[in-house]
Structures are given as structure tokens and as C-alpha cells.
């Protein structure tokens, strides 16, 4: 669908000075969002699940889109069926280019659980319902409408915009960013990047504030593994793996790693302060207080985690009949550090808390997300979101965010590249469906959202 546009009265002086670019024209933003919620209920409409992914099904879809503008891409496949896709827009390269980008896989559903068919992209009540509506094809589509958008109105720009949608993200990196990455990298090449991990907190209708992604925390998956003498369950042994597993596990609902702040939390909490309640702003005003953090702990689970590398047991395995002790038993601990967690020293912590020789504690997954230095909040890029926010959401405040999850800008920041992590307006209740039943995502916010960004974009890409 072609977009209408509204010219901007120009103004003639007497000497031939051109207006800058970004003046000349503005789209219309309400056909903007209508085609990028068509654009989301394609995508959603085709199912991705991780695994298998499938994700060129939803790459061949995107690729039809730009043919039909004239924009050249590529599909780059890194198994049967595992595709990315990359368009890029040229510019006068003044500037180092632009990336902005989402991932085409979603997570699994549980099609009993769901009250709308979870591929059917139904819209109902300001929604639009189905799995990667939320996570992540809004990013997705609004990444793509603004590169169609700057297309049709065959933008001047001092760098390149390039977009990319990526296989992969949902716990199987190598074969989207990582393949990118290791394989392609002159093609996604940039100085900014933005990308999913933050979000636009609707609170009873009101935007309160715009979390900017910065960095996040990284995934060090562990598990714990006992082992003993396997025999019958009707003689109890000391070398129970069961008991000495349990036990194991059992420290890490009392005992985390201590608080630390960096400079994105730092910064988060005194901003957050501002805009809060007086009995909040008083506990991030003091976050860094032992019984401020048992207070978020309790009250603020989120904002505890962003405090410190989180230790949380997932996955316990052990015994395969009830009259047989076994010989082994193991749990997973999800681990999720700080991105400067020295991880050597924190696991020798961990020994000395469990304190049993019967216990060997085993890395795992400790490759797939790199660490890396958070993005800097002084640069052209975050200034222009904030700018942007300012314009889209006046009442509201931006904050940068470590994310608590983990995203495809990992591998981007440990290049060089500054990713900044966004997110569509959202409420609490709709947060909580993101790799859950019924997500959704908002039919109005999606088009504040792609205001918000397409206003950050022509910030640092329009040609001055």
C-alpha cells in the first residue's frame, strides 16, 4: 500500500539556501502504522517456532515486500531453512551506517492455552494477538516500514541504513547473528544499531517512560551435578545424590551475588527516581542499602535482578523408579551476569557455599552470548532517541536499561557496534505475555512507537 504524504510549506529565501532534508516532506504517520500493523500480521501469520525455525519462510516474505519497492536484498541462509535477510539503503558514507533490525523466530506455544489461534494475527480490542506479535516482529515491521518509508521518499542520507531480520535469536544464535557475524559481517557493518531490548511503559494510559537498551546481562548457564552409589531406596545412604543435590540447590533461594552498579544502572535508578512515587524514589534513591534490595526483592522483583548476577534454579533431574537410589542427579542454574562478572571467581564462591565434595558444579552455554562494554549513552544515536522521546512522549523521561534477558546486540557491542535496545508502548499485563499465552501487541502503540523511531532515525541519517 502507498503512502500519502504531507508536504511541509517550504520557505524561500533570498539566497539559494535549501532547507535541510529532514524538513522537506513528512510521511503519513497514521498510513505508516497501518501498513506496518499489515506488514505484523503477515509475519505473524507465519510460523517461525524456534525450533526448527523456518525463519527464510518468513525472510522470503520480507524479500517479496522489497522487490515489489525496488529494493535490492539478500538471503543468507546458514542451514536448510535458517534465514536472515539484509536490504540496505545507500548514503553520501559522511557517516558510518545505521542498522536497524529484529529477529524473525519466536518461541513455542501452547495452542490449548491460548484463547485466539496463536498464528492467526487476530485483531481485536486496540490488539493485535498471536506469538512474535510482541517478541519480536513489531520490531520487525517497524524496522521495515521506516526503510520502505525512506525509500518512496528517496531520502538524501549521510549514511547507510541497513536493515536486517535474523534467524535464530530465541537460544540458537550461530545460525542467525553469529553466522552473520562471523560470515557476512561486511554487510551488516555499522556504527549504531537498534535493535529489541527496551520498552515504552504505558501505565493506565499514560507513557511514563522510555527504557533505552544499553546493555544487558549475559546468559552463563551451570548445572550442579551430584553423584553416589545407586541401590535399593529401601536402605538410606549417606551418598544419596538426591539429598546432596537438593540440599545444593537449596542455598541458591537464600544466598545471591551482592549488588553492583555500573553506569547504565546507576543512571537508570536516579532517573527512575524522578518520575516516581516519594515512598519509590526513596528505595532507588538507595538501592545500594541491604534492606532497600530486600524490599525490591520482594516488591520489585525486575529492578533486584538488575542489581546483580542472578542465580535461579530451573531444571532438576534425578532417579527414574521410586524404589532405585540413583547413581546421579543434576539441576540447571540460570545464570544471569553482570556483563563485567568475573565468573571464575564467582563459581569458586559457589563451591565454598556448597561446601560438598560430592557436588562438581559444570559450565555450559557459556559461549553463545559475548560479553562486552555497554553502549555508550553519549553518543549522536542516544541523544537522538532522546530528542525523539521528548517530541513523541513529553510527559515521559528516557532511561537506559540493562536488560535482564539477553538479544542479538550482544554480538553487535562485542564488534564495536553502539545497539540500542527498543521496545513498542506496552502495559505490564502486556510484558508478561511476551513468551507466554495471548501476546500481543498494541495497534496504537505500534504507531507511537514507529513515530518515536522513525523521528531517531531521520535524526542521525537524514542528509544536513
Known sequence: MRLRFVLVPAVFLLASVTLPAQKAAAPDLAAARDEAVQILAGLVKIDT????????????????IF???????????????????????KGNGKKRPLLLMGHLDVVGVERDKWTVDPFGAVIKDG????RGASD???????????????HRMKAPLDRDVIFLAEAGEEGTSQFGIGYMVKEHWEKIEAEFALNEGGSIHNVDGKVTDVQIGTTEKVPRTTRLVARGSSGHASIPRPDNP???????????????????????????????????????????RNVEDPAVQEKLRLSKPVYYSMLRTSIVPTIVKGGFRTNVIPADAEATLDIRSLPDEDMDALLEKMRQ??????????????GARPTSPPSSVNTEMFAALERAQKKVFPAAVTLPAMGTGATDSAQLRAKGVQAYGLGNVSTDDDRRRVHGNDERASVEGLGKFLEFMWLAVTDVALAK
Open 127 to 130: 490488539y493485535l494477538y498471536g
Open 67 to 89: 522487490d515489489r519497492e525496488g529494493i535490492a536484498s539478500e538471503i543468507f541462509e546458514s542451514a536448510p531453512g535458517r534465514g536472515s535477510i539484509v536490504a540496505r539503503l
Open 136 to 150: 519480536d516482529k513489531a520490531m520487525v515491521s517497524a524496522c521495515l516500514e521506516i526503510v520502505l518509508l525512506l
Open 49 to 64: 517456532s524456534n525450533p526448527p525455525g523456518n525463519e527464510t519462510k518468513a525472510a522470503r516474505h520480507i524479500q517479496e
Open 353 to 366: 557455599l556448597i561446601n560438598d565434595p560430592e557436588i562438581e558444579i559444570v559450565k555450559n552455554n557459556y
Open 242 to 284: 538426591v539429598v546432596h543435590l537438593a540440599a545444593a540447590v537449596g542455598k541458591f533461594g537464600e544466598w545471591q551475588p551482592p549488588a553492583r552498579l555500573n553506569e547504565t544502572t546507576r543512571l537508570f535508578f536516579q532517573r527512575l527516581a524522578t518520575i516516581s512515587p516519594p515512598d519509590e524514589a526513596a528505595l532507588y
